[in-house]
């Protein structure tokens, strides 16, 4: 795309006045949205500081700063600070120049400082709220009996984060702003539902869909002895009594609310004083801000505002968005089909309803003072229609996804959706589609085949980059999944088929082998030997027989109790993780998050060795994520969930696991108490004592005719699907297994069933492991970090050293004392470090990643690492890697290390001086080192590759 088409430069040049842009899949938002930012600060007396452009990722923030650089006047230089950013970012940029104090308005004693960390990792939060709900139900005797209902009390750090995407902040005595009474729900709204799902059909012949729920009332539950039974609840008519919805909403939520506002704001005044906010926290202090300082408001409000992927914000950041808009100069683009993240709290209905909430929210905001000073009422709509992705056929058939019902109780208002449906026609130079459909109970063993038939078969042609028809490949293909552990699965079966496969996007981290193992090993060292012996010895693939033998004679192999004494007698977790990792070959990214959380966890919080196997314990029953990118070489298949795809595209999409309650997944939330729209808050379960002073826990009846009443988002799962198809260029695959779901019998494809017969490909193998585990050796480059280019026997038997937790220790002040932390030095060593960087006058790098690509014997390798630390001046540039080894017996395998990062720095810096040095910290001493030419590397690469 070089010219903007027709909807595209009424965007572009549409510059004044308050836009929604409907932009569907493929329909170059980005180009457009870039071009009019040009053209916005093309203007006289318009820079770009007052342009608000918001993206809902990091990556995203670049690609737009990198593009309007070729459309402008600005430089990346220039625009490196431009509020182009995410909300996140941008509150956190506020908070830290003007809130120190915002807490406060919320009656919170404390203050956010410039030292405040944001954590980002959800599982060291969960740890960190772990940490805190115990604190709390010890100091809250009154809450027992709440905590004795509650399963798992991690859920209701979800409650909470939902509550602040809202706009329910909690304040010292009460609710800011009235928010609480969403809490209290909304009975006339709640009403309407009752009396929609209470409608008798057929024309009054047949009973309502809620009363035929009703027909399980009780079944599987355990009420308390005052709830009514089921002929009370059903009536004797063709619907359920109309004052069963009074009945049932009104319910004293007294106790509840108190409890749930205690532990909110106790929550926020616990993160303020271990200096940390998340992502949530960050937006609920700057929206407090901006509402109660105005003077601020307008000294950082923005004369242009524009919102990418709309549909993706919540609504705190639509009133975020008004809140910094000095001007009726907004612009929202978005999809509303592509609106998936309703688990992130996003909300559709500010992308459909914009019109409405505009006004809404504005009318809101100005309620006690005005804060946003422009009439919302004209709102121009622009559509964008010509796809530049997909091919005509998969756009039209795209369509059908979002009409189509998702399950044999779902019901679509087909007319509705259609009209809101924008037509998009393809600009694509190729018609050559294949939509198809293929089902088989070997599900993983058809996808493994298919991908194989696909490869080089000219029926499934792709385009290339010059716009002719090639064969595809295995990186052409993605198989997109609903759920996460269809993708591991098949990970595995295509292991066994040696088909190259990578999965991208968030994984269930403690599921995985690398967390299981540790975990495993973790138990053995807090004596709990038969799960922990049990997990290993079958991981070494010894037989259930075997297995139970040793056990029951405690006769362990001896090389594993060696290794246990070994990991016995170091003193840090990170050193145990690590330990098990390398003596079981495990080193790609899976290994490396699981370290590096654990890691995190340990730092973050208090927690021992038993705690932490608690949480991995319930990380693994909660099936807990964290983003791994897995790659299994430059021509591979990729597997992605249909959420971590969103935004990306592919010449070939095989959308599996189309399974009955597979997609959509079958049950729903189980946490006991909830928030939900517009029923308020509720609680599932309730502790109490039954006639003879026994103690249970209670079902509620009044939530469970509730949930009957309220429709399932079914309207999710069909955009779900949408995206999931516009994700292809040329062709669609669908796989299911015996049990199809209603999303592929309802579409206009028939599927083909099939006996997989899929072929075996060689592929090398390195023996990684030495307790009888195989790991595959990966197609595509090498990779290398200069660790392996060391030699690990001068590191054996040397008693002068301070262990790897001193090491970590001192690295650890080392980096937060260069980035400007208040960092007090506890040791020498640390002096030592800090005289050092107290020294340095120029830009300095800290824990910066390098990577220096070689060719060896005509394999492209990579060897990636981290230098502690990069001191750049005009002229010259100096790497430091910092050593707290008394003996120096290792300095020749530390200038291995050293030149690798000489050589990236070389490349990177061409006109300046580049030196290495080792400084030991124990005496402050730097060593510079002659660093090794490219082709010793290459050498010793060479060297390592025979020995493997």
């Known amino acids: 795309m070089t010219e903007p088409n027709d909807q595209q430069r009424e965007l572009i040049g549409s510059t004044e006045g308050i836009y929604l842009v409907d932009a569907g899949a493929g329909t170059g938002k980005t180009f457009a949205i870039t071009r009019r930012y040009a053209t916005i600060v093309e203007q006289p007396d318009v820079e770009p500081d007052d342009v608000l452009l918001v993206t809902f990722t990091n990556n995203a923030a670049t690609e737009m700063k990198e593009r309007i650089v070729g459309r402008s006047d600005y430089g990346m230089r220039e625009l490196a600070d431009a509020p182009i ?86 304040t010292e005595n009460g609710w800011y702003r009235d928010g609480g009474q969403h809490l209290d729900g909304d009975f006339e709204a709640f009403e ?61 939520r007294t106790e509840l609310k108190q409890f749930v ?17 998340n992502f949530g926290f960050l937006q609920l202090f700057a929206f407090v801000l901006l509402c109660e300082n105005h003077e601020l408001r307008d000294k950082v409000a923005f004369e242009y505002v524009m919102v990418d992927e709309f549909q993706d914000s919540s609504e705190i950041q639509f009133k975020l968005a008004l809140l910094l808009a000095e001007t009726d100069n907004f612009c929202a683009v978005g999809d509303w089909k592509q609106s998936i993240y309703g688990f992130q709290y996003a909300d559709v209905d500010n992308i459909i309803e914009f019109g409405d909430r505009i006004d809404q929210f504005a009318t809101q905001l100005n309620e006690d003072a005005e ?63 294949t939509i198809e459909a293929v089902q088989s109970e070997q599900e993983h063993e058809l996808i493994v085949e298919k991908a194989q038939e696909i490869v080089g078969n000219d029926t ?49 981290l403690f599921r995985t082998d690398q967390a299981k193992l540790l975990l495993a090993w973790l138990r053995i060292l807090e004596d709990d030997l038969d799960r922990g012996w049990a997990a290993v010895l079958e991981e070494a693939e010894y037989t259930i027989d075997e297995v139970d033998r040793i056990l029951e004679q405690e006769r362990y192999p001896q090389n594993m109790v ?42 973050e919080t208090t927690m021992t060795r038993g705690d932490l196997i608690r949480f991995i314990e319930r990380g693994i029953e909660a099936g807990s994520t964290h983003e791994v990118s897995a790659s299994a070489g430059a021509n591979s298949v990729t597997v992605q969930t249909i959420h971590s795809a969103k935004g990306l595209e592919y010449p070939i999409v095989i959308l599996a696991n189309m399974n009955s309650g597979r997609f959509p997944p079958s049950g729903g939330s189980s946490d006991t108490i909830s928030f939900e729209e517009p029923v308020g808050l509720r609680q599932q379960k309730e502790y109490a004592e039954d006639a003879h002073g026994m103690p249970h826990v209670y079902d509620n009846w009044r939530s469970d005719v509730i949930q009957k009443c309220l429709p399932r988002d079914y309207d999710e799962e069909r955009r779900l699907l949408y995206v999931a198809i516009t994700r292809a260029e040329s062709h669609v695959v669908f796989t299911a297994g015996e049990d199809p779901n209603t999303f592929l019998e309802e579409l206009p494809v028939d599927a083909k069933s099939a006996v997989p017969d899929p072929d075996e490909v060689t592929i090398d193998a390195t023996e990684q492991a030495q307790f009888r585990v195989d790991i595959p050796a990966p197609e595509g480059p090498k990779g290398h970090t200069p660790h392996t280019l060391m030699r690990d026997d001068v590191f054996e038997d040397v008693e002068e050293g301070m262990g790897s937790e001193f090491g970590t220790r001192v690295h650890d002040f080392a980096e937060a004392y260069a980035l400007g932390a208040d960092a007090t030095p506890a040791n020498e060593d640390e002096r030592h470090v800090q005289q050092l960087i107290d020294d340095l006058e120029g830009e300095l790098l800290v824990e910066e990643e390098v990577y220096l690509p070689l060719t060896v014997d005509g394999d492209e390798v990579t060897i990636s690492g981290i230098v502690d630390l990069v001191h750049i001046t005009p002229s010259r540039v100096e790497i430091v890697d910092y050593k707290t080894d008394r003996s120096r017996r290792a300095e020749s395998e530390y200038r291995k290390q050293l030149s690798v990062y000489f050589h990236v720095a070389t490349s990177q810096y061409p006109d300046q001086e580049v030196t290495a040095s080792i400084f030991y910290t124990d005496d402050g001493t730097q060593r510079k080192i002659d660093p090794l030419p490219r082709e010793e590397l290459q050498n010793l690469i060479r060297e390592i590759d025979s020995t493997h």
Do not use: W
């Not at 007319?415 to 037509?423: F, V, W």
């Open 562 to 603: 060696e290794f246990r004494e070994k990991l016995a007698a170091m003193e840090t977790l990170g050193g145990v993780a690590r330990r098990v990792f390398e003596q079981y070959g495990y080193d790609g990214a899976t290994a490396d998050v699981v370290l590096d959380t654990i890691q995190s966890v340990r730092n």
């Open 85 to 170: 950013q995410t909300f996140h970012s941008l509150c956190h940029d506020i908070l830290q120049e003007h809130g120190h104090a915002a807490p406060t308005y919320l009656g919170i004693d404390d203050t956010i400082t410039n030292s405040t960390r944001i954590v980002e990792d959800e599982l060291v939060e969960s740890a960190l709220f772990q940490e805190f709900i115990d604190r709390f139900s010890d100091d809250h005797p009154e809450y027992d009996d709440l905590f004795r209902a509650i399963s798992d009390p991690s859920g209701l750090l979800d409650l909470v984060e939902q509550l602040a995407a809202k706009g329910v902040f909690p």
């Open 460 to 508: 499934y042609q792709v385009e290339d980059e010059d716009g002719n028809l090639r064969p595809a490949e295995y990186r052409d293909i993605a198989v997109l999944t609903r759920t996460r552990d269809f993708g591991r699965e098949l990970l595995q079966t295509a292991e066994e088929y040696g088909l190259p496969m990578a999965y991208e996007g968030g994984i269930e």
């Open 261 to 277: 506002h205690d532990v909110y704001y106790e929550y926020l005044a616990f993160a303020l004083r271990r200096n940390y906010l």
């Open 371 to 433: 804060r946003v000073s422009f009439e919302t009422d004209d709102v121009n709509t622009i559509e964008f229609v010509e796809n530049y992705r997909s091919t005509q056929e998969i756009l039209d058939f795209s369509e059908y996804g979002l009409l189509v019902p998702a399950a044999s109780s779902d019901e679509v208002d087909v007319e509705e959706t259609r009209d809101r449906i924008t037509q998009l026609q393809s600009n694509t130079d190729h018609e050559n589609t």
């Open 192 to 252: 309407q539902l009752f009396d929609e799902v209470n409608k008798p059909r057929n024309g009054g012949s047949k009973q309502s869909r809620l009363r035929s729920k009703l027909s399980r009332y009780g079944k599987n539950k355990c009420y308390l002895p005052d709830a009514p039974d089921k002929a009370e609840i059903r009536g004797s008519g063709k619907q359920v009594p109309p004052s069963l919805a009074t009945r049932i909403f009104n319910e004293d």
